[in-house]
């Protein structure tokens, strides 16, 4: 089954954002999957609103052998970046490329950057995996706290 969300790139509508994941995930009892999801979804949507403010974006989800997908559209090519993100490139939307790549299973960038696929195989992921992503998760942001205090001394 199919759902849907369509809504205007811009971080206001963030708490509709985390609502329809969050319902997502009670509703297919994966709650614990929570944060490894929201956070690809979210960045992707930052991504759309700092290349083309004001661009609808929307968000479908679905089921896929073993697992989930969500595909993100907009109508500007906003997500050529992810196809290579690495850790440490010099783009400025790396950190949310990398991290959309570095929590889910797989990535796919089609319609020349205008739509992200991005796919969890959920039954494949058991609780060590699950945990090992928050940890690499909790470590990059902790890298770029101590980043950001450097800049400051």
């Given amino acids: 089954m199919m759902e849907k969300l369509v809504i205007q ?16 995930c009670d509703n297919n009892h994966i709650v614990n999957y ?3 999801i ?24 679905d089921y896929l052998r073993g697992g989930i997908t969500f595909t993100v559209q907009t109508d500007s090519p906003c997500f050529l970046s ?4 690495t850790e440490n490139s010099d783009d400025e939307f790396a950190d949310a490329a990398f991290l959309i790549t570095l929590l889910s299973d797989h990535t796919k960038v089609t319609d020349e ?4 696929q991005i796919f969890f195989d959920i039954r494949g992921i058991d609780a060590s995996e699950a945990f090992a992503r928050v940890q690499v998760l909790e470590h990059f942001y902790e890298s770029i706290r101590t980043k950001e205090l450097q800049t400051v001394e």
């Fill in 9 to 24: 790139a811009d971080k206001s509508n963030i708490p509709l954002v985390d609502n329809f994941l969050r319902a997502i």
């Fill in 34 to 36: 929570y944060a490894t």
């Fill in 38 to 61: 929201s956070v690809p979804i979210i960045k992707a949507m930052e991504v759309v609103e700092r290349i083309s403010p004001a661009s609808s974006l929307s968000i479908l989800f």
């Fill in 82 to 85: 992810v196809e290579n993100a």
């Fill in 113 to 116: 950057g205008r739509t992200l």
